[in-house]
């Protein structure tokens, strides 16, 4: 797969997009979240809080009854497609892309997703 580097209208990139990330310009209703161990649909309109490290290698996400923690690389584009609702899922990368250490920085690339139910008394204090 060829994908075009968005900074650089016309120009084509030859590192693919490991598709972690799917999302459309609508705003969506629920963020489906799939790793290895388990898939889960939250709704947006239970989404408390967002928040990207600084290195762009952990996002978390505070539901009301969830916390969602997403490990990887280039996470700035699922923060910024979930801020604005258009992401539809985020999922783990194969273990078998090869092409991480030349991925372009535009991608993201997803290497854990951990879900975390909240308890009773968490979900209290929210």
């Known amino acids: 797969m060829i994908d075009e580097d968005p900074r650089?209208?016309?120009k084509v990139a030859s590192i693919p997009n490991p598709g972690c990330l799917e999302s459309r310009e609508m705003p969506a209703v629920?963020?489906?979240l799939h790793s290895p161990q388990e898939q889960i649909a939250l709704p947006y309109a239970s989404l408390l809080k967002l928040s990207?490290?600084?290195?762009e290698t952990v996002l978390e996400l505070t539901f009301v009854s969830h916390r969602v923690t997403v490990t990887g690389k280039n996470l700035v584009?699922?923060?910024k497609s979930v801020a604005a609702a258009e992401?539809?899922?985020?999922?783990?990368a194969p273990r078998d892309f090869s092409a991480e250490a030349t991925?372009?920085?535009y991608?993201?690339?997803v290497r854990g997703i951990r879900i975390e139910p909240l308890d009773p008394e968490e979900?209290?204090?929210?």
């Open 8 to 10: 650089k209208p016309g």
């Open 30 to 32: 629920f963020l489906r």
């Open 52 to 55: 990207l490290k600084t290195d």
């Open 77 to 79: 584009e699922i923060y």
């Open 87 to 92: 992401a539809r899922m985020v999922r783990v």
């Open 103 to 105: 991925q372009r920085s």
């Open 107 to 109: 991608h993201a690339l």
């Open 123 to 126: 979900r209290r204090r929210r």
